[in-house]
């Protein structure tokens, strides 16, 4: 091809033959050069869509661990809390019992943190947003009951802490189901979030 275009370029034919070479040129440049372009357009097409994917599978991933750190630390505060409110009745007013002190204090602050991990990651959902309300109001309503026995037991140094227990123990079990009923409906509210989100097409 190099010879011909000499060829013609020396003796300035630049006839039917030269012609169709650089038309054949310009359409090779011309198909290399869209070839180039929707290679570039599709590789990016499909970074972006692998970043989106990655994201939504992240963001997937987080709800999970943050549903697993839920139940985990919910079950242990509620689990301490039946132990430290039967410890109330042989309870002498002095050194509060191992499970007393978990109760108010490691259990309490790992479940106040899974419970603001929870409002945070699905602040989105509005009916979970309102179960955790519920659920604190509830958790508050039978602290209370655990708080009115316990200082009347440490104010008083009252020997019949037993009785005192007992007397208020319905008042304490209500409120306990009510706070087990509301975790249970928060826990499956945020199972239907992640399911629904999981479902999801990467936007």
Not at 70 to 91: G, I, K, N, P
């Amino acid at each position: 091809m190099a010879s011909i275009l000499m060829q013609c370029a020396q003796s300035n034919a630049w006839g039917p033959q030269l012609t169709w070479i650089m038309d054949l040129i310009k359409t090779i440049l011309s198909v290399v050069l869209a070839a180039c372009t929707a290679v570039f357009f599709v590789n990016r097409s499909q970074r972006k869509h692998a970043a989106r994917r990655d994201r939504h599978n992240m963001e997937l991933q987080f709800k999970l661990d943050c549903l697993q750190e839920f139940r985990r630390a919910v079950y242990q505060y509620e689990s301490l809390a039946r132990d430290a409110y039967t410890d109330l009745y042989q309870w002498k007013g002095v050194n509060k019992t191992d499970s007393m002190q978990k109760y108010s204090a490691e259990a309490y602050a790992n479940y106040e943190a899974a419970l603001e991990e929870t409002q945070d990651r699905f602040q989105c959902n509005n009916t979970l947003a309102l179960l955790v309300d519920k659920l604190t109001k509830s958790n508050v309503k039978r602290h209370a009951v655990y708080d009115k026995v316990k200082d009347f037991i440490f104010d008083t140094a009252n020997v019949d802490s037993w009785g005192w227990s007992d007397e208020n123990r319905k008042a304490f079990d209500d409120a306990f189901d009510e706070t087990e009923a509301h975790r249970q409906e928060l826990i499956s509210a945020m199972r239907s979030d992640i399911a629904k989100f999981a479902g999801q097409s990467p936007s």
